[in-house]
């Protein structure tokens, strides 16, 4: 798919001899949502962390906008890396700095910003995801759902072009995951972002998805529109949305 932003292929990756990946193809559209489901174990976080960097694969090819990032040393992949803002399922927040500092901590390690020009763009990104006035909280005096935005608006903080949530509402009440659900659809359609999300969350996975593809065995299995997928009569796809939505 040669207009891919994010693609692998025949992508294989194994822990202590076992295989996760099995020769995965996968292309991901520029400024499309796509949402991987399946079940735990089955790879999905290990898919998020080969977009980034932070594991490589065994054979085959992870390619960000083009780029095989495999052979990448890591100098070469802070380059990309600046691409990508990630969201991770814990938010991953610095307890020991501020709200603000938390959110600036990108910003001062990879550009020649200001200090004036950061607490702009921080307050910038903290207007985005709704929490205007919390600079100077520190994060354990935040709710989930709020940690949650504070970790968001660090990863758009440098303005990516790709942002990868691990399973973003995991651990949230209803109503703070209807807020995330509606602020990764709008980073998307703001910021014209391609977001790849990693859930569990049926009920998510059909709000926010353009696409959603079923990991099975190291592989895509389905990959379809919420529409495709709620309406397959594969019995793969028909006993995972059960039991997700039970």
Do not use: C, W
Not at 4 to 14: G, T
Not at 215 to 230: C, D, H, M, N, V
């Amino acid at each position: 798919m040669s207009d891919a932003i994010i693609e692998f292929r025949q992508v294989h990756k194994m822990f202590n001899h076992s295989p996760v990946l099995a020769g995965m193809d996968l292309a991901i559209r520029p400024a499309e949502t796509l949402t991987i489901i399946g079940g735990s174990g089955t790879g999905k976080s290990v898919t998020l962390k080969l977009i980034v960097g932070l594991l490589k694969s065994e054979a085959g090819q992870v390619l960000i906008e083009g780029e095989d990032i495999g052979p990448l040393t890591e100098d070469q992949l802070l380059r990309v890396r600046k691409k990508i803002g990630m969201v991770f399922q814990s938010s991953a927040l610095f307890d020991s700095l501020s709200v603000a500092d938390n959110i600036a901590y990108p910003l001062r390690e990879h550009t020649i910003m200001s200090e004036e020009e950061i607490l702009e763009r921080v307050r910038e990104t903290l207007s985005l995801v709704g929490l205007q006035g919390v600079e100077d909280h520190d994060p354990a005096d935040l709710s989930g759902g709020m940690r949650k935005r504070v970790a968001l608006a660090r990863a758009i903080a440098l303005v990516p072009r790709i942002i990868l949530y691990d399973e973003p509402t995991t651990g949230l009440d209803p109503t703070n995951t209807e807020k995330i659900n509606e602020l990764i659809v709008d980073m998307d359609e703001k910021l014209g972002v391609t977001s790849v999300v990693v859930t569990h969350d049926m009920r998510s996975a059909f709000k926010i998805s353009d696409r959603i593809a079923l990991l099975y065995q190291g592989k895509i299995a389905f990959s379809g529109t919420p529409r495709e997928i709620e309406s397959s009569d594969l019995p793969l796809v028909r006993q995972f949305i059960a039991g997700s939505m039970t």
